[in-house]
């Protein structure tokens, strides 16, 4: 193979080249061009040399070997630096470094782990309001929870239903701007579409909601072991460290990227287990397990999350069949060869957790729920990549990682989760993948 040969790949059609079948479906585009091709196609992406890298290896090569040939496509940085500027997800080099310095605390094991009673806490008034027979939005339900949570783990403050459901209201249109269409290709994002109009005045909304949230925790004070993200912040921000700006742009991207993956994930395992009784059974019997010796179960603890072995694999199971982040682009910053190919100068990379995961070379049956794989896994390391990986991989990933199997395991105390509708899940891609129209579910007491 010559490192300044072509890859193979589709033809498009003249200007906008594949964009069109990406942004029918991307994730039966991606699986189709990973069949199609193997480990390397290229396409166009619009006007852009885009390249399909589904191989391990050329995941570990972008995102951790040479992750510095490598930036964030300006496609995804113009949109959404409207929304979250400089924060954690969009800044490159000396600012992002700068401004992972700050957060680390936020994020440090121990400070993550003593926020297990909050979490349960919170879980634990979820099922409250829930009742045998219900049908709700599982989707919303998880949302509501995970966005409390990090509200109160992250900026310090408590999180009031009105204030829930307008920030849900206000990310449906922010959401539907970065769905994939190719309509953008020939329409400015300086023109005031009805579409444009509405993101904006959602951006402007949440800002002004994320700077009532920096008052208020102002206004309490803060000690100094507080260690929660806007502590730091304002701490930084007297230092000099960091500006108002700053600081809201790291709010914002907390406030969105900090409960979206673990509702998600939450949102697609109750579907999962709906669908397979038998691994739901042994949940519920690990579940009852942990819980035989207690009466509350807001005392939950990291350490009883560790006993939680076939609870965790489910969410790893999970995150591999419906990875929340399906798709990562980055730009080509210099040459570089990845895979035996050279890619110039300004070129797109696309890794794909969607197609990965479900590669049959790295994982048997991969359509299949199978939670049972994880006890002896043996799929090489960056097979499997839902937070990323290298420098720039998720920060909240211990986050996630334990509040995800604490609400789980509140939950499944005490309801079984029945999907209403019997069709396959039809999935809707933005910067995260949503189930298209929620997931409506029977909730179902246990007795």
């Known amino acids: 193979m010559s490192s300044h040969s072509r890859p193979p790949g589709p033809r498009g059609v003249p200007i906008a080249g594949s964009l069109p079948r990406y942004a029918a479906d991307p994730f039966r585009f991606v699986t189709e061009l990973r069949d199609a091709y193997g480990d390397v196609a290229a396409f166009d992406l619009g006007p852009n040399r885009t390249y399909l890298f589904t191989a391990p290896t050329a995941v570990e090569r972008v995102l951790v070997t040479e992750e510095s040939a490598f930036s964030k496509p300006r496609f995804q940085t113009d949109a959404l630096g409207d929304l979250l500027g400089e924060g954690l997800l969009l800044s490159e080099g000396e600012t992002?470094?700068?401004?992972r310095d700050i957060a680390g605390p936020a994020f440090a094991p121990d400070r993550i782990s003593?926020?297990?009673?909050?979490?349960?806490?919170?879980s634990v008034e979820m099922v409250d309001r829930w009742n045998d027979g219900d049908e709700r939005d599982v989707e919303w339900e998880m949302t509501r929870t995970t966005l409390e949570i990090i509200v109160e783990s992250m900026f310090g403050i408590d999180l009031d239903p009105g204030r829930s459901r307008q920030i849900r209201r206000l990310l449906e249109p922010i959401g539907r701007r970065f769905e994939p269409d190719p309509r953008r290709l020939v329409v400015p994002e300086w023109v005031p579409t009805p579409t444009q109009r509405e993101f904006d005045r959602s951006i402007a909304e949440l800002e002004r909601i994320v700077d009532v949230f920096v008052d208020r925790r102002r206004?309490?004070?803060?000690?100094?072991?507080?260690?929660?993200?806007?502590a730091l912040l304002l701490r930084a921000r007297e230092a000099g460290a960091i500006d108002e700006e700053g600081i809201r742009d790291e709010l914002l991207t907390m406030l969105l990227a900090g409960h979206d993956t673990t509702a998600l994930v939450l949102t697609y395992a109750w579907a999962l287990l709906?669908?397979?009784p038998d691994v739901e059974r042994r949940i519920h019997a690990e579940v009852d397990a942990l819980f035989d010796d207690r009466d509350d179960p807001r005392e939950l603890t990291a350490i009883d999350v560790r006993q939680l072995a076939?609870?965790?694999?489910v969410l790893r199971e999970t995150m591999r069949l419906y990875p929340p982040v399906y798709a990562l682009f980055r730009q080509v910053d210099r040459p570089v060869e990845v895979s035996g190919y050279r890619l110039p100068e300004a070129a797109f990379?696309?890794?794909?957790?969607?197609?990965?995961h479900r590669d049959p070379r790295y994982f048997d049956d991969p359509e299949t729920f199978d939670p049972d794989r994880w006890t002896d896994p043996r799929h090489p390391t960056y097979a499997y990549f839902p937070f990323g990986a290298g420098p720039r991989s998720c920060?909240?990933?211990?986050?996630?990682?334990?509040?995800?199997?604490?609400?789980?395991a509140i939950v499944a105390r005490e309801f079984r989760l029945h999907r209403t509708q019997s069709d396959p899940i039809d999935l809707r891609g933005s910067l995260?993948?949503?189930?298209?129209?929620?997931?409506?579910m029977e909730l179902v007491r246990r007795s």
Not at 395 to 408: N, S, V
């Open 310 to 313: 076939t609870l965790r694999n």
């Open 219 to 230: 206004r309490r004070g803060i000690d100094p072991d507080d260690r929660d993200l806007l």
């Open 114 to 122: 003593n926020l297990a009673p909050m979490m349960a806490r919170r």
């Open 349 to 356: 990379v696309l890794l794909s957790q969607w197609a990965t």
């Open 96 to 99: 992002w470094r700068e401004r």
């Open 395 to 408: 920060i909240g990933k211990g986050f996630t990682m334990l509040e995800a199997p604490i609400i789980a």
């Open 432 to 440: 995260t993948a949503h189930p298209e129209g929620g997931m409506p």
């Open 274 to 276: 709906s669908e397979h």
